[in-house]
């Protein structure tokens, strides 16, 4: 049985992922994986894939340990895998719970991990994992220290392991995203701290740029032009600039 599996497909990028993936390639089956499960049962209605909803909460090591035993029952091939599940809190640090930083870490780094870890024997030749980061992680972000710090994370683990899995012809590449207008916004923003925002994308937008750069074997997909600008740049200059420059945009 050859398969996707989506994480976050509740909403938002994780559930563009399988709107796209099930136009562009043919799967047996997409498990798409959230905590919300009346979400993942109306993308049966979306998509001509049989869809698997799996209600699973990616915080719990349990969850992890149900998917993967899930998978040693069942023995797909899982051609794809899009770790898409995530949370941000924008606020000062000191100002944020302890629970809500955890909560972050784990969702935004543990959950990759662990889902990459138990997916990866079901991995083949030809297969593609897709890492949603985010623009963050190549820089510190005041402000979003612990949001930002994930990501830059996700970014190392990911291009780290992309090579070490070439051997086996499997690919991984991080998706980083500038701001992209979803429900993330719902929970990340609960005052004023955060009040710059110079563009929003789409989802569509940047979904699509990724399964194009993943085709042309990248492992990094920056979708916009003044992104992949603001990027360049920050490789260039000094982190202490770049953090004074983002403080100045939120008038901090």
């Known amino acids: 049985m050859k398969i ?48 698997r909803p799996l209600s699973l909460d990616l915080t719990k090591d349990e969850s992890i340990e149900t998917y993967r035993r899930l998978l040693e029952e069942e023995k797909p091939e899982v051609s794809v895998l899009v770790n898409a599940s995530g949370i941000g809190k924008f606020g000062t640090f000191s100002d944020m719970t302890l629970e ?39 820089q510190p972000v005041p402000y979003i220290c612990v949001y930002g710090a994930t990501k830059a994370f996700v970014l190392s683990f990911s291009r780290a392991l992309n090579v070490e899995l070439k051997g086996r012809g499997i690919r991984m590449m991080a998706v980083c995203p500038g701001w992209v207008k979803t429900e993330f916004f719902d929970h990340a923003v ?14 569509e937008e940047v979904i699509t740029r990724a399964l194009r750069d993943m085709k042309r074997g990248k492992d990094v997909s920056i979708c916009g032009f003044s992104v992949r600008t603001q990027v360049f740049f ?6 202490k600039l770049v953090m004074k420059i983002w403080c100045k945009q939120q008038k901090k």
């Open 4 to 51: 996707a599996v989506i994480t976050g497909a509740s909403s938002g990028m994780g559930r563009e992922f399988v709107l796209q993936l099930s136009r562009e390639k043919q799967f047996d089956e997409i498990w798409v994986i959230a905590r919300r499960t009346e979400r993942l049962e109306a993308l049966r209605e979306e998509v001509t894939t049989p869809i």
């Open 234 to 239: 920050t490789k260039l200059l000094p982190h």
């Open 190 to 203: 609960t005052d004023d701290t955060i009040t710059y925002y110079n563009k929003f994308f789409t989802p």
């Open 100 to 138: 809500d930083m955890n909560r972050m870490i784990d969702l935004n780094c543990k959950a990759y991990v662990g889902m990459t870890y138990a997916t990866l024997p079901y991995l083949t030749r030809g297969s593609e994992v897709y890492q949603l980061d985010s623009l963050s992680s190549f």
